[in-house]
């Protein structure tokens, strides 16, 4: 009887065991799963986070501590681990300035996408416009 309890007990730590290591496996490949693709075209496997300023992004590798400031200007590509933000900088005609559009199809013809949207407010309430533009490229 205690030889059992004994294969039991021993049996139950090594699924906790394996359990754990499982589960740590999955967050460590989960944690830095963002991109960046700068204008040198360096790949910079990190997280990625955008600040409350459109023109300012912060990045961290696994090997970092704190998170580091990249101008947007850096940037040529950024997206996450499962593409559902994915931005490249184009050039649009009659524009000096890049704009980064969203990635929707991207090979020998490239779509892109930017959506704006308009929240205004009066004394009839609250009205949300959107408008999507496409681009081909």
């Known amino acids: 009887m205690e030889s059992q309890l004994l294969v039991m007990k021993q049996i139950n730590i090594k699924i906790i065991l394996l359990s754990a290591m499982i589960l740590m496996t999955l967050q460590l490949k989960a944690q830095y799963q963002d ?3 700068t204008v040198k075209n360096d790949t910079l496997a990190c997280i990625v986070n955008q600040s409350s300023r459109e023109d300012d ?3 961290r590798k ?7 400031k990249i ?4 940037i040529k590509e950024f997206y996450t681990g499962d593409k559902t933000i994915w ?3 184009i050039y649009l005609s ?3 300035a890049p704009f980064y559009l969203s ?5 020998k013809i490239s779509l892109y996408e930017e959506i704006s949207t308009v929240i205004s407010s009066s004394s009839f ?3 949300t416009k959107s408008t999507t533009l496409w681009y081909v490229q």
Not at 103 to 107: D, N, P
């Open 35 to 37: 991109h960046i693709i």
């Open 57 to 59: 992004y912060y990045f």
């Open 62 to 68: 696994a090997d970092m501590d704190e998170p580091v």
């Open 71 to 74: 101008q947007k200007g850096k």
């Open 87 to 89: 931005k490249r900088r």
């Open 94 to 96: 009659g524009h000096l």
């Open 103 to 107: 990635v929707v199809l991207r090979g």
């Open 125 to 127: 309430g609250t009205f």
